[in-house]
């Protein structure tokens, strides 16, 4: 069975500041590792996702992730936060043996301050 | 193709009425999945087509709600009687094939507020 533990339901940050969301997982099985971004009455935008192959991984709008198997981590990171970043923000696991469903953590609002 | 649609985008519904969400997904895509979020949690699955066959469901899915996806291309999602526990965000996603490879791409999603 998979599943995530987004630690923090809501962050805030300064304008220009880190952000740094964190999401930890469980997975029986090689996971693949999905960050969402959700704002306000939307759906969800796939901002990256890591399937096996760099560690590090780069997604749209300057975010970034890095797998750390040791850690079973997969956080969330942007040099420097901007107005527009703030949203809702969701780590999802998915197992690599072909299943289908993702398991979403339960949130991370971030809020940024002028 | 601007993306996957979802129609709806709000329903209020009186308990124990009958609602059907419609989703059209992104066309070239075979693979079409509903979830639903409620307030203050991530999406939860509900279920998946490959092309028109329904391969998984899930146990959140009661004999209350069916999903069809005809000629795989639209799907629509059906509650029958309606509870005040169904009010949530269902969200609609597609993907062309395997979910490493792609990733899902959703839906705006239909707010279902039932009174």
């Known amino acids: 069975a998979q599943s995530v533990t987004q630690l923090g339901s809501h962050v805030s940050v300064s304008e220009g500041a880190l952000v740094l969301l964190r999401c930890n997982y469980s997975?029986?099985?090689?996971?693949?590792l999905f960050w969402y971004v959700q704002y306000p009455n939307q759906g969800l935008q796939l901002l990256l996702k890591?399937?096996?192959?760099?560690?590090l991984v780069k997604g749209i709008n300057g975010f970034e992730a890095e797998f750390k198997k040791s850690e079973t981590s997969f956080h969330l990171t942007k040099p420097s936060a901007h107005m527009s970043d703030a949203a809702e923000y969701f780590c999802?696991?998915?197992?690599?043996?072909?299943?289908?469903?993702?398991?979403f953590g339960t949130g991370t609002r971030l809020t940024v301050i002028p | 193709d601007t993306g996957v649609s979802q129609d709806p985008r709000h329903k209020i519904t009186k308990r124990g009425q009958n609602v059907t969400f419609r989703c059209d997904p992104i066309?070239?895509?075979?693979?079409l999945y509903w979830y639903r979020q409620t307030l203050g949690q991530g999406p939860e699955f509900l279920t998946y087509?490959?092309?028109?066959?329904?391969?998984?469901k899930s146990r959140l899915l009661s004999d209350r709600f069916s999903a069809e996806r005809p000629k795989g291309s639209f799907s629509t999602l059906e509650i029958q009687r309606t509870e005040q526990g169904d009010s949530a965000m269902y969200l609609c996603?597609?993907?062309?094939?395997?979910?490493?490879?792609?990733?899902?791409?959703f839906g705006s999603g239909t707010r279902l507020t039932v009174v």
């Open positions: 999802a696991v998915s197992d690599s043996s072909g299943a289908n469903n993702l398991f």
């Open positions: 890591y399937t096996s192959a760099a560690t």
């Open positions: 997975s029986s099985v090689p996971p693949y």
């Open positions: 996603a597609s993907s062309l094939e395997t979910l490493g490879n792609y990733g899902y791409t």
């Open positions: 066309s070239e895509h075979n693979r």
């Open positions: 087509f490959q092309n028109e066959a329904q391969l998984e």
